[in-house]
């Protein structure tokens, strides 16, 4: 059910959107902008992700780590994250604490650059690179996430490069770049701002209008990348990448291009990536891991990308002693008899359980009805998408599923990318 909505857009473009939910005595304050990796241009990748971390360096009237000082010492929560289309920020505070969230958010979008120093620059440089060392470069299986899109969109496609940037670029980063950059993407009228929580909706509204209303809108915010995928682009390209790596298993990722999370179509998706590979009643669980026991895990997933074309991936982690070819084999037989043995009606239902079951997790909280409702506004303009997801799941019948394996998942659709223990590997 969807709750009581209150939206309003600012005169400086910022869209708002104040959810009360009075059961808690907190508010979580939850800010998208939308901008991420694929909004870099060449050769200055990582940006969106390096500004992930510019943003608690302080501002003009907030400390370096100030941010997180004044949200800590009320009893609050604080985090951000960066993905492909949007980076957000948000806090969960006591509620009686609201204008102390919303003012740390609008002093850093409105009065980040005066407080930027080549010196703060340098440090979240070097830290962002320690970052991808530690979490890409030397993590088992760790660069999957950069290699995959990589492989399945060609190289001047927005989604094709890396999320967290090459060591090169970040490098070669200036700190008239690093501004231009700020200065294009981070204004209200690219930004998504959510209120869910114990608050007045008039008071709220007041509060919004005082720290954020007087914010100068970017004006001309530029046009987004071309996410059309004309023809095939890749086929002439390898469809199969085989990465030797200091893993102890080998691993196989099948991909598929399919319709973004805009496109009706993207629900049954979701529905068919948990039938196919979410919990023990899963084809995929059921094949690999307990009749053939050649995989130790598996799942399937999309990455609910919003333009253009999404991914929908299988992915099985080898049981010891099988081989990368034996994998990728019963892999592909699983995707291929969903094309022999359509999915059936209880497969269906129980998949979508699951998935509702998820939902409403993820919908328990303040924070996580914030950010539902961020994306929402940001990629449908409709706080109500993030409430709807349900209905649409139980909508996919037989026919609907059976018609998108038929059209998206076909053989010739597929790109595989493959982790073989390097020699000596452990």
């Known amino acids: 059910m969807t709750p009581p909505l209150f939206r309003e857009r600012l005169t400086n473009g910022l869209r708002v959107t104040i959810a009360p939910d009075m059961r808690a005595p907190l508010v979580a304050v939850n800010l998208w902008y939308h901008v991420g990796s694929a909004m870099e241009r060449a050769g200055r990748t990582g940006f969106a992700h390096l500004f992930e971390h510019m943003l608690f360096q302080g501002s003009a009237h907030v400390d370096a780590n100030g941010h997180f000082d004044a949200i800590q010492r009320v009893g609050g929560t604080l985090n951000g994250s960066t993905w492909l289309e949007r980076t957000n920020y948000f806090e969960t505070v006591p509620s009686h604490e609201l204008a102390l969230a919303l003012w740390l958010e609008a002093d850093r979008m409105g009065q980040l650059l005066p407080a930027m120093t080549q010196a703060k620059l340098d440090t979240q440089r070097d830290v962002v690179k320690n970052e991808r060392r530690w979490s890409v470069d030397n993590q088992p299986y760790g660069t999957w996430w950069e290699q ?3 492989l399945c969109y060609p190289p001047t496609h927005p989604y094709h490069h890396s999320l967290i940037g090459s060591m090169e670029d970040l490098s070669a980063a200036t700190l008239d770049d690093v501004r231009a950059f700020f200065e294009t993407w981070y204004a209200p009228d690219n930004a998504v701002l959510t209120i869910v929580g114990d608050v007045d909706v008039d008071a709220t509204r007041a509060l919004v209008a005082e720290h954020f209303g007087s914010i100068r809108r970017a004006g001309a915010v530029p046009a987004r990348p071309d996410f059309t995928l004309r023809d095939d682009a890749t086929t002439a390209a390898p469809r199969t990448v085989t ?4 893993v102890p298993l080998s ?12 496109s009706p179509e993207h629900a049954i ?3 068919v990536a948990a039938a196919l590979a979410t919990r023990r009643g899963s084809r995929l669980y059921r094949a690999l891991q307990r009749d053939a026991g050649c995989a130790s895990a598996t799942s399937a997933f999309t990455w609910d990308l919003s333009a253009g074309a999404d991914l929908f991936v299988a992915d099985a982690t080898a049981q010891s002693g099988t081989d990368v070819d034996a994998l990728s084999r019963a892999l592909h037989a699983e995707l291929d008899r ?3 043995t359509p999915l059936t009606r209880d497969e269906l239902a129980r998949a ?19 950010d539902a409702i961020s994306q929402a ?11 709807t997801r349900e209905a649409a799941w139980r909508a996919v019948d037989v026919a609907a599923a059976q018609a998108f394996v038929a059209r ?3 053989p010739s659709a597929r790109f595989e990318l493959r982790y073989v223990p390097s020699e000596g590997a452990a």
């Open 148 to 150: 995959l899109p990589a």
């Open 243 to 246: 990465i030797p790596d200091r």
């Open 251 to 262: 691993r196989v990722l099948v991909a598929m291009r399919i319709p973004p999370l805009t």
């Open 269 to 271: 998706a979701d529905v």
């Open 338 to 340: 969903m094309h022999a």
């Open 352 to 370: 979508t359980t699951v998935l509702a079951t998820e939902r409403a997790s993820a919908l328990a909280t303040a924070q996580g009805r914030a």
């Open 377 to 387: 506004v940001t990629y449908f303009d409709d706080p109500a998408w993030a409430f």
């Open 408 to 410: 998206w998942l076909t």
